[in-house]
C-alpha cells in the first residue's frame, strides 16, 4: 500500500513513540473520571468496571473527548505522550524492533527542527517587568492555559534541568550522578550552567530537544544505514518572528522548532499567529512543498530548478541532513555530533546493554 514515507519532528525510535496498556488505559481512566463519571466503590471484576465506563463514554459529547499537552503533567512531569499506540497483541501484535525487522523497507524523509522542545519553552520572568500588556498576557496565560495546578510552563531553570536528569536516571540504569556526568560532557558542567540564567535555557533547550526527538532521529538514520532504500535528512533552522506570533515575547530566542516543518510545508501556521508569511518565509515555504511533493511523486526531492542538491543519507559514511534555511545547504556533524559523543558514553557506561 506505501511505498515511501516521510517522519517529521519523530518517529518509533523516540522512547515516547509508544506506551504500556496499563498507562493507557489508566489515563483513559482518569479522564472519565474528570468528565463525571461515577465509579462503583467496588467491581466484581476489571470487565465489569471497563463496560460501566464504556457505557458512561457513550453518553459523553464527541468534543469533550479532545486533548491537548498544555498543562498536562505527563507531558511535562514525566516527558512523555499520554497516549500513544500500544503493543496490543492484536493491531500491534509484535514490539516495534520486531515489527521494524519485519516491515519491508521504504525510501523516506526523516528530519527535526533545530530546537524542536523551544515549542514548549516559555520563558516569562523576562517579562515580568515589561507593559502592561506584557503582564496581562502572562496573567492571562498563567490562569487560562497553566490549569488544575499543573507544570505547563518550562522556564529552563537549574530546576527543569534537575527534574530532567532525575527522570533519566529514574528510567535508565544510571544514577543522578552519572546523568549529570552525561550531561555536563555534552551541554556543559551544570555548576557552571547555574551561575548563568541564559546559558542554562539553551543548554535546557538543546538537552530536552535531543532527548525528545534528536536522538531518535539520528537512530533512524542510522537504521536507514542498513538498507538500499534511499533516505533524505533534513535539519529545519528557518523560522520567523511573524510565524511565531505573540509566542515570540515569551521564549528564549527563536529557532526552527517542534511543526515548524509543517508550518512552511502545508501554509498553515499551527501557533495561530496573526501574522502571515514575510517574503522570506514564502520562498522556504515554496521551496519546502516543492521538495516534499516531488518526493511523494518520484521517491526523489530534488528539481532541476532546486537551489540545493539534496543528497541521501550516505550508507556508509558521513551522515549528512539538508539545512532549511534561506540559503539551503547540506551540513555534516550532524546535532554537533553529540549522538554519537553520547552513545560512546553510553559504552562505556553501559557495555552490556549497548
Not at 531553570?157 to 536528569?165: I, L, Y
Amino acid at each position: 500500500m506505501f511505498h515511501r514515507k516521510i517522519v517529521m519532528g519523530g518517529n518509533t525510535f523516540c522512547y515516547w513513540s509508544s506506551t504500556t496498556k496499563e498507562k493507557c488505559a489508566e489515563y483513559c481512566r482518569q479522564k472519565a473520571l474528570k468528565l463525571g463519571w461515577k465509579a462503583k466503590d467496588v467491581y466484581k471484576t476489571h470487565e465489569e468496571e471497563s463496560k460501566d465506563l464504556l457505557e458512561f463514554m457513550r453518553t459523553v459529547p464527541a468534543h469533550k473527548l479532545a486533548m491537548h499537552m498544555i498543562g498536562n503533567r505527563v507531558f511535562f512531569d514525566e516527558g512523555r505522550l499520554p497516549l500513544t499506540p500500544v503493543i496490543d497483541g492484536e493491531i500491534l501484535p509484535k514490539s516495534i524492533p520486531e515489527l521494524r525487522a519485519d516491515a519491508p523497507s521504504m525510501e523516506s524523509i526523516c528530519g527535526v527542527g533545530e530546537q524542536e522542545s523551544l515549542l514548549f519553552c516559555k520563558i516569562f520572568e523576562h517579562l515580568c517587568n515589561g507593559t502592561q500588556l506584557n503582564r496581562s498576557v502572562i496573567a492571562y496565560w498563567t490562569k487560562s492555559v497553566c490549569c488544575s495546578g499543573a507544570l505547563g510552563v518550562i522556564r529552563g531553570t537549574g530546576k527543569d534541568m534537575d527534574k530532567v536528569v532525575h527522570e533519566l536516571a529514574r528510567n535508565t540504569e544510571l544514577n543522578v550522578s552519572k546523568v549529570e556526568n552525561v550531561i555536563g560532557n555534552l551541554y556543559g558542567d551544570l555548576k557552571e550552567l547555574r551561575k548563568n540564567s541564559k546559558a542554562m535555557q539553551e543548554a535546557y533547550v538543546k538537552c530536552t530537544s535531543d532527548v525528545f526527538s534528536n536522538y531518535g532521529c539520528y537512530r533512524y538514520l542510522e537504521n536507514s544505514q542498513q538498507h538500499d532504500k534511499p533516505t533524505y535528512a533534513y535539519y529545519f533552522t528557518h523560522t520567523s518572528r511573524n510565524m511565531w506570533g505573540w509566542l515570540a515575547t515569551v521564549v528564549p530566542f527563536l529557532a526552527g522548532t517542534h511543526s515548524s516543518d509543517i508550518i512552511y510545508l502545508f501554509d498553515c501556521n499551527y501557533f495561530t499567529a496573526p501574522l502571515s508569511m514575510n517574503k522570506v518565509d514564502r520562498k522556504i515555504s515554496e521551496m519546502t512543498s516543492a521538495a516534499f511533493m516531488e518526493f511523494v511523486k518520484t521517491g526523489n526531492p530534488n528539481k532541476p530548478e532546486a537551489p540545493f542538491n539534496w543528497e541521501t543519507v550516505s550508507k556508509t559514511g558521513e551522515m549528512r541532513m539538508l539545512n532549511f534555511c534561506e540559503k539551503p545547504s547540506m551540513i555534516g556533524r550532524i546535532f554537533d555530533n553529540r549522538m554519537q559523543r553520547l552513545q560512546d558514553l553510553l559504552k562505556e557506561l553501559l557495555p552490556r546493554k549497548h
